[in-house]
């Protein structure tokens, strides 16, 4: 194997040991693995970021937006309340599958 292969395999067994083992959170760890490799000359600019244009990933950091604006606007705590609302007796609270 080349050094470019052995480099990033190395690259990832690190980032797999720091996630399990460290309380670093995953986007530090897979930003600086994609650094290494970008710096290294292992992938190309355009092959570095070409991932952050896929219309998956974009979708899915619009539903993180949205369900953050929901969650600070208290709209998820009215929405539980009003569906699931205060047992009356110890009948109501149990439930219907149990």
Excluded: C, Q, Y
């Amino acid at each position: 194997m080349a050094w470019d292969a052995w480099l990033s395999l190395g690259l990832a067994v690190a980032a797999l040991t720091l996630l399990t083992l460290t309380r670093l959170g995953p986007h530090l760890v897979m930003m600086g693995a994609l650094t290494v490799l970008s710096v290294a000359g292992v992938l190309s600019p355009e092959e570095a970021l070409s991932g952050f244009a896929n219309p998956g990933l974009i979708t899915v950091a619009a539903m993180f937006v949205v369900a953050a604006g929901v969650h600070a606007s208290g709209g998820i705590d009215l929405l539980v309340n009003r569906v699931l609302r205060e047992p009356k007796s110890v009948r109501g609270a149990r439930p219907a599958w149990g």
